[in-house]
Nanobody
Framework: QVQLVESGGGLVQPGGSLRLSCAASGIIFSIYDVGWYRQAPGKQRDLVARITSGGNTNYVDSVKGRFTISRNNARNTVYLQMNSLKPEDTAVYYC?????WGTGTLVTVSS
């Protein structure tokens, strides 16, 4: 059974930073691509960043230059470093791998 647990969300002021973590169990984590998604109230869930098993990354245009996705396979964990946060980044952030979702962590960017 694959399980994903997100953590690191919270309340931050515009321009601030947060680091999200996605810890996986039940799989050989290093084999799979992992994506970070977000869903704002009343909106659909959208891809934010993706990292492949080989470490290649891609980002949605709105976060390029501000967010960095990385992975530590020894810890079965993927990270999302978020800098220069904007109010429009407010959402529940989810990780996904092997067609499995975590339950999300809430990021609120507000002054």
């Amino acid at each position: 059974q694959v399980q994903l647990v997100e953590s690191g969300g919270g309340l931050v002021q515009p321009g601030g930073s947060l680091r999200l973590s996605c810890a996986a169990s039940g799989i050989i984590f290093s084999i799979y691509d992992v994506g970070w998604y977000r869903q704002a109230p009343g909106k659909q869930r959208d891809l934010v960043a993706r990292i492949t098993s080989g470490g290649n990354t891609n980002y949605v245009d709105s976060v390029k230059g501000r967010f960095t996705i990385s992975r530590n396979n020894a810890r079965n964990t993927v990270y999302l470093q978020m800098n220069s946060l904007k109010p429009e980044d407010t959402a529940v952030y989810y990780c996904n791998t092997k067609s499995t979702w975590g339950t999300g962590t809430l990021v609120t960017v507000s002054s």
